[in-house]
């Protein structure tokens, strides 16, 4: 997946920091953005809505969240989620253990033409798509 450029991530707390137990970013998602496919993993992942909405898929379902509401992914669980608005969202992202954080830092390097930051060295957590985005 390649991010959009207007996608940005503030790295608040990584897995370098907790001895791997946990990651913490913040994130804005530009409107209209589609999202990662549907995927899963084996980390848990909790999102907390800052601003905007943003729709969520599990498994079947389809949920929308909006400033101050909670989804929760876990682990092994089908999931992904998108900005459907017109406006962007912020949100915050916690990866339980940690490790994802790396794989964005590497991406947003990548997309930017800057190398990442030290940290984000080291073995990334697989990720396996399942599935499309969430239609806009």
């Avoid at 089908?78 to 406006?87: D, F, G, K, P, S």
Wanted: aromatic content about 10%; overall charge negative; some cysteine.
């Amino acid at each position: 997946m390649s991010p959009a450029p207007e996608f940005g991530t503030r790295f608040l707390l990584g897995s370098h920091q907790s001895g791997g137990e946990v990651a913490v970013m913040e994130n804005t998602a530009p409107g209209r953005w589609q999202g990662p496919p549907l995927h899963r993993h084996d980390f848990d992942e909790g999102f907390y809505v800052l601003e905007g909405e943003l729709t969520f898929q599990l498994g079947e379902d389809l949920s929308t969240a909006g400033p101050g509401e909670f989804v929760f992914a876990p682990r092994g669980s089908v999931h992904t989620l998108a900005n459907r608005a017109e406006e962007p969202a912020r949100y915050v992202l916690v990866c339980t253990p940690g490790g994802f954080e790396r794989t964005l830092a590497r991406r947003w390097a990548e997309r930017d033409g800057t190398e990442p930051p030290d940290w984000a060295g080291g073995e990334l957590p697989p990720v396996e798509v399942v599935g499309p985005s969430i239609e806009l």
